[in-house]
């Protein structure tokens, strides 16, 4: 028997990766989005097959009526971008704490099954040792990263406090794919240096470039988060979600340039409010206890990219 899904943030990158993914799998599955920052035609292909309610996560009474009927949410959901936080921290906190808090409520309330949360490395900060492990206390720099820990807490909590209902927070790394959007002021940095470099235009990077991420394809993290939602005795627990092999933010800029075959001009600015230095995760742990194994790396996940951004119109 199919089961009903509710995927909150469903237009957005991840999220729009992530449907094909459960209507392959024979689940039903509804979208709650705003559209703020997701985009309606990246759920133009499912439309037949997908209910997609519009409306707020700072609605209690728009998420509840999202979630009624649902076994499982998704919630990936979210205001992201660490700039944007650290110049509107207020709205932040209210989309990415009380959005949150708001799906826990109506989940408990209408009793589903488990509620799998999308967070971030963010939550880590600058400090302690490579790589990251969830043992690891965190220490986050930016009102995102506040804001994603903050939610964080409350998922934990909610899976000790109420009876039969369960959590899963998975804590995702640099995730980079089809779906997204180059035009944005917030942008992410893989197809903004895409789009640049396949234009024979400089890319802008933000210190020395010799700063480290653990930059994962978008279908690592969907299979991930698949396994998150179905596997037992994993209430309350965190994981960390990536490819597991750091690249500096230059190599990353260097691949692209050889994938398309043209030279990589840099501008280099200095760094940003609140950027982490380093950043990649030891994922033993959703390796072991989930089964999760990235299996796309940095230069196959970046070739896929490269033929999405430019088969565009």
Partial sequence: MSRQILLTGGGGFIGSNLVPALLD?????????????????????YLDDVEVVEGELRSYERVHAAVRGAELVFHLGALGSVPRSVQDPLTSNAVNVDGTLNVLLAARDEGVRRVVFASSSSVYGSG????????????????????????ERYCVSFSRVYE????????????????????????????????????????????DGEQSRDFTYVANVVEASLLAGDA????????????????????????????????????YLPPRPGDV?????????????????????????????????????
């Fill in 25 to 45: 799998r024979g689940d039903r599955v509804r979208v709650l989005d705003n559209f703020s920052t997701g985009n309606r035609a990246n759920l133009a292909p």
């Fill in 232 to 267: 037992p005795g994993v209430s309350g627990r965190i994981f960390n979600v990536a490819a597991g092999t750091p690249e500096s933010v230059n190599t990353l800029a260097g691949t692209i340039g050889s994938i398309l075959g043209r030279p990589v001009e840099r501008r």
């Fill in 277 to 313: 230095r380093d950043s990649w995760a030891d994922v033993s742990a959703a390796r072991s206890v989930l089964g999760y194994e990235p299996r796309v790396g940095l230069e196959d996940g970046l070739r896929l990219v490269v033929d999405s951004l430019l088969s565009r119109p």
């Fill in 164 to 207: 039969s209902f369960e959590t899963v927070v998975l804590r995702y790394f640099n995730v980079f794919g089809p779906n997204q959007d180059p035009r944005s002021q917030y942008a992410a940095v893989v197809p903004l240096f895409v789009t640049a470099v396949a234009a024979g235009e400089p890319v802008t990077i933000f210190g």
């Fill in 128 to 151: 302690g040792e490579l790589p990251r492990r969830e043992s690891m206390p965190p220490d986050p720099i930016s009102p995102y990263g506040v804001a994603k820990l903050a939610a």
